[in-house]
């Protein structure tokens, strides 16, 4: 299996390779990943209400892999279905090769929307607790290396209830990665943040993808998911609508996006022809183009009304479309 466009691919096999070419088998290993999560037909229900419902996706190995969509669509219970927290009603999970089911495996890392750690443990107890019980091995030098780059060595012998937010979420994310995981599960792992802890944690997770971790993570920050994911997949209502990489998806939209910079801002780009919606972005304005649009037309229209210094047609951000699929659900979870 492997994606196209967001489409998953299968190969019959007269694809294979032949017998005693090793050297082209790794080059084909190359050119088709393994998949490192296989969810299909996957449906979760609580009492009446259908969390997620007939989802199927794959997640190849290596890659950073973002799952995004508003609050309640069903991210989360999938999320923990793939770690055995929960297990689906209907369909069937394969992680790092193998059915789910039973206990988590000690070659996932978690970090779970709500957090939580042993309040009265020390940091640096509690870390090497967390990284030996799930390695089997001493992972001191390990942890020392993660506290001092997240700047937490000063907090080493402090009891957990007595950080911050902040410094709690650092060391949360350090009891994920110790010690490094085949597969690392992160939810929502930049709330909360300040911009420099957040960049230490995006730097982590490429140096870990680098390694050969593979990575999934929720957010509803979507210039994270755009810049960071190599994939994205988006839920809405416990249903699968977007699935592939960032380009793949745009090219679903097509150029229908205007940007613009003009004197007099959003107060002059109201009402021009062909022109459905408008986003006001401060110093820039971005205008969705109806079907049949000429941007042409609107461009010789603005300038009449003011001086314009910037005008590009281009393909929707991931915020912009995340809005036209989940609309007055996305802007509150944006605004929050």
């Known amino acids: 299996m492997h994606h196209v466009n967001g489409v998953f691919m299968g190969f019959p096999s007269q694809c294979m390779l032949p017998m ?4 082209r088998l790794r080059d084909f290993d190359n050119i088709l990943p393994m998949d490192a999560i296989e969810v299909r037909d996957v449906t979760k229900t609580f009492g009446n209400v259908t969390a997620v419902d007939e989802l199927t996706l794959a997640v190849p190995a290596g890659s950073v892999y973002g799952f995004i969509g508003p609050n309640g669509s069903g991210k989360t219970t999938t999320m923990r279905m793939i770690v055995n927290i929960f297990y689906p009603d209907r369909g069937t999970i394969r992680v790092l090769g193998e059915d789910a089911g039973g206990g988590r495996s000690k070659q ?39 506290l001092e780059r997240f700047d937490l060595m000063h907090c080493a012998k402090r009891k957990v209830e007595t ?23 992160l939810d929502e792992p930049f709330s909360g943040l300040d911009p420099v802890s957040a960049e230490r944690v995006r730097t982590a997770i490429l140096e ?100 314009v210094t910037n005008f590009s047609v281009t393909r929707p951000s991931l915020h912009d479309i995340f809005i036209r699929i989940a609309g007055n659900e996305a802007e509150e979870v944006q605004n929050a």
């Open 20 to 23: 005693g070419c090793p050297g």
């Open 108 to 146: 996932i890392g978690y970090l779970p929307e709500e957090r939580g750690l042993y309040r009265r443990m020390e940091v640096r107890s509690l870390l090497e607790f967390h990284g030996e019980l799930r390695g089997g091995h001493n992972v001191t030098a390990e942890v020392n290396g993660w």
């Open 163 to 185: 950080l911050s937010k902040g410094m709690s979420q650092k060391v949360q994310f350090i009891a994920a990665v110790v010690p490094e995981p085949k597969l690392l599960i």
């Open 208 to 307: 870990l993808r680098k390694r050969g971790t593979t990575v999934i993570l929720s957010t509803h920050d979507m210039n994270t998911a755009e810049s960071l994911c190599d994939y994205i997949l988006m839920i809405y209502r416990g249903r699968k609508v977007l699935d592939g990489t960032l380009e793949s998806i745009q090219e679903q939209y097509g150029n229908d996006t205007i940007r613009v910079s003009a004197a007099g801002g959003s107060d002059v780009v109201g009402n021009l022809p062909g022109v459905e919606t408008i986003r006001d972005l401060g110093h820039v304005q971005e205008l969705r183009m109806a079907r049949g649009c000429d941007p042409q037309e609107v461009l010789r229209a603005l300038v009449t009304r003011t001086r």
